[in-house]
């Protein structure tokens, strides 16, 4: 579902895919934040640069994770498909 929404494909289209182009999606997804990531990081990183300039003195200096939104952008590399994922993918291609 999640390969669906970010390759904007119809999910039956997804589930007929190779089950190695899936593989190196997650990889890839598992290394590299999605371009509506970068984009929030990269404003967050601004957003932190700029209120540490304009702080008052003596404040502690904010860090980009203090301006992300709801979801933890500076996930763990290990994030992506688990080993239980795949398998279920492995099932349903079958």
């Known amino acids: 579902m999640r390969l669906s929404l970010i390759m904007r494909r119809p999910v039956h289209e997804v589930m007929t895919?190779?089950?190695w182009v899936t593989r190196v999606y997650a990889e890839f997804l598992g290394r590299e934040p999605l371009p509506e990531e970068r984009i929030e990081l990269g404003l967050a990183q601004l957003t932190a640069n700029y209120v540490a300039v304009h702080r008052a003195p003596g404040?502690?200096?904010?860090?980009?994770?203090?301006?992300?939104?709801?979801?933890?952008?500076?996930?763990d590399a290990g994030?992506?498909?688990?080993?239980?994922?795949?398998?279920?993918?492995?099932?349903?291609?079958?």
Request: charged letters at 30%.
């Open 17 to 19: 895919w190779p089950l």
């Open 59 to 75: 404040s502690p200096a904010p860090r980009p994770a203090d301006f992300l939104l709801a979801r933890d952008a500076w996930r």
């Open 79 to 94: 994030d992506g498909y688990t080993e239980t994922d795949l398998a279920i993918m492995r099932q349903l291609l079958k």
